[in-house]
């Protein structure tokens, strides 16, 4: 019986202690609201509702570079605060373009933002593979609840002026059960 006791004290002594550090750790769920399950046409911006995303921006679903994605510029807000984002992107004419994803907080102020330039384009000598790409902000230093992808035509060996882009996922990482 007294060891049982001395048992009893020590768990509740661990309890004690432990306890307020596990109850920082907040579950979280990671989500890729895949766009090509959408299919071609034009875009309701509430299709991902219950994924916890309504896109702001974006309004067809296109064919890019062999699958569905929504044409660019892309923007959305999210139904909980997010804590990582990253999206799949292809530009859908050939040249080089500036590729950037920005993250802003609940007041409108951005947390992150990340750039990549990107040529996919045969006629110019600094051209990489062909295809989609990640720009992945990574963990946000802060909470956030909307984001844009935009892009900046920079050349083309082509008569085009601008490269549009589609968007085949965005993954984003919020708290479970949310």
């Not at 993250?103 to 992150?112: Q, R, T």
Request: aromatic share 12%; proline share 4%.
């Amino acid at each position: 019986m007294r060891r049982l006791l001395k048992v009893a004290v020590l768990a509740g002594w661990l309890l004690f202690w432990l306890l307020p550090l596990v109850s920082d750790v907040v579950a979280t769920s990671q989500v890729t609201v895949d766009l090509t399950t959408y299919g071609q046409g034009p875009f309701d911006a509430r299709f991902y509702k219950k994924d916890g995303i309504v896109f702001t921006q974006g309004s067809f679903v296109g064919f890019i570079q062999s699958d569905e994605a929504l044409v660019g510029p892309v923007a959305g807000r999210f139904g909980q605060p997010v804590s990582t984002l990253s999206a799949r992107v292809a530009p859908a004419l050939q040249g080089t373009a500036e590729y950037t994803l920005t993250a802003f907080d609940a007041s409108g102020e951005a947390v992150a933002s990340a750039s990549a330039i990107v040529t996919q384009d045969m006629g110019d000598q600094a051209t990489g593979p062909f295809g989609y790409f990640t720009i992945d902000l990574g963990d946000l230093p802060g909470q956030a609840k909307s984001f844009t992808l935009e892009n900046r035509f920079l050349r083309s060996s082509f008569t085009n002026t601008s490269v549009p882009f589609g968007v085949s996922s965005i993954s984003y990482t919020r708290q479970a059960g949310q």
